[in-house]
Nanobody, 121 residues
Framework: QVQLVESGGGLVQPGGSLRLSCAAS????????MGWYRQAPGKERELVAS???????KYVDSVKGRSTISRDNAKNTVDLQMNSLKPEDTAVYFC???????????????WGQGTQVTVSS
């Protein structure tokens, strides 16, 4: 079994910062992409940022310049540093990864349980 466990959400004032962390564990053979999605009430889930196994990064336009995604391949972790947070960043943030588990021959998408980020004064 493979698990993704997130940490680091919470309540922050506008202009503040948060760092989200996600650790993948279990029967892992290969990890490809790792990233973060978010879903605000009444909205569709959207990709916030992702990083490939070769460290190529992608960001949604709304967080470019304010957020940095990074991964540690030795620890199977991915972090999202978010700065200059805005109320519109309020959402549940989900860690995501494309992983080949031991005994499998194909990539499967795994998700964390989600962590709430609320930006409010």
């Amino acid at each position: 079994q493979v698990q993704l466990v997130e940490s680091g959400g919470g309540l922050v004032q506008p202009g503040g910062s948060l760092r989200l962390s996600c650790a993948a564990s279990g029967s892992i053979s290969v990890i490809n992409v790792m990233g973060w999605y978010r879903q605000a009430p009444g909205k569709e889930r959207e990709l916030v940022a992702s990083v490939s196994s070769s460290d190529n990064t992608k960001y949604v336009d709304s967080v470019k310049g304010r957020s940095t995604i990074s991964r540690d391949n030795a620890k199977n972790t991915v972090d999202l540093q978010m700065n200059s947070l805005k109320p519109e960043d309020t959402a549940v943030y989900f860690c995501y990864s494309s992983i080949i588990a031991h005994g499998s021959n194909w990539f499967t998408d795994y998700w964390g349980q989600g962590t709430q980020v609320t930006v409010s004064s």
